[in-house]
């Protein structure tokens, strides 16, 4: 059920703006995500949404969004995408997002889009706008449409985040590829890894961050276990074996895995340290560094 929404703020500030793509403030325009992924964070209990199904739509985004970037001395990087995705499917109608971007843009700040959605291929002409003040991340835990559509059930197939990444790339938009989760004993084998970096590669990637392997927290791990059962008989038992009641549950190919992936990084020349991400795209570095004069 779609919920609109008075919010109160929309711009959170990022205590630590260098560890995620510079940005020193969260945007969330909606709470609760429409792709239902299975392994989702985001339903933690912690975060006090009430039923993850429901998409609460901050009707007054836009309003907010203006007042706050207006009284704003300096300019910084806003990040969107981490509790929910900017691109959930609502946003085709609502197009919040979308307008946000352009007073983003509007204010001289940069941005940063964490998304599964080939929905951002909309927004292009927006995007070439923040010349080079921008990067856009695609979450992609598997290359195989459908392994996807079991653990990602309602957001796009990899296929079509892959064609929208080669899309942004060509049009000169810094893009790269967040590996995470890597879903222990289902996402992580060798070979999967080795397709899921070529394509990356293939379709433009300039950055890639990773996990191998997920974290469960309570409220979370009820619901992933529960699907567990239903996709993927008698995993759950490993699951509860291996890692009861851990929060960060790393795959037993952690080590191998994560060699694997730094080296063929480094032999093909992908950023993996947001310093580097920064140099490499002196744009948005200079509106990150910006945040020092306030
Ligand atoms: S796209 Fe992200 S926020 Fe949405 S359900 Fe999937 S993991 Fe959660």
New binding site residues.
């Given amino acids: 059920m779609i919920k609109e929404v008075v919010a109160k703020g929309i711009l959170i500030p990022n205590k630590h703006s260098e560890n995620w793509f510079g940005a020193k403030y969260t945007m969330n325009i909606y709470r609760g ?1 429409e ?3 299975i392994y ?1 964070d ?1 339903r933690s209990a912690c975060y006090q949404i009430e039923n993850f199904e429901d998409v609460e739509v901050k009707i007054n985004a836009l309003e907010l969004l203006h007042k706050t970037l207006k009284g704003k001395r300096s300019k910084a990087i806003v990040g969107t995408g981490s ?3 900017p691109y ?1 499917l609502c946003e085709t109608s609502y197009t919040l997002t979308r307008r946000a971007l352009k007073l983003i843009a509007t204010y001289g700040f940069g941005i940063h889009i964490s998304t ?1 959605s080939d929905m951002v291929r909309r927004d292009l002409d927006i995007l070439k706008t923040f010349q080079n003040r921008v990067t856009v991340a695609f979450t992609i835990t598997t290359v195989d449409d459908r392994l996807a559509a079991l653990v ?1 059930p309602f ?1 796009p197939s990899p296929s079509r985040r892959l064609a929208a990444m080669k899309e942004l790339s060509d049009a000169g938009i810094p893009v790269g590829v967040l590996m995470m989760p890597i879903l222990p004993y289902i996402e992580d084998s060798p070979e999967g890894i080795d397709r899921l970096l070529e394509s990356a590669l293939r379709h433009g990637a300039s950055f890639c961050f990773w996990h191998v392997g997920m974290t469960c927290r309570e409220g979370q791990r009820e619901y992933y276990y529960q699907k567990l059962d239903e996709h993927f008989p008698g995993l759950k038992e490993r699951y509860i074996q291996r890692y009861r009641d851990r929060y960060v549950c790393d795959s037993p190919r952690l080590v191998e895995l994560h060699e694997r992936i730094r080296d063929f990084c480094d032999d093909n020349g992908l950023i993996t340290d947001f310093d580097s991400l920064l140099e490499r795209y002196p744009e948005h570095r200079a509106v990150q560094s910006a945040l020092f004069s306030e």
């Fill in positions: 995500c792709h239902q992924c989702c985001s509790m929910s995705d959930t599964k990602e957001a």
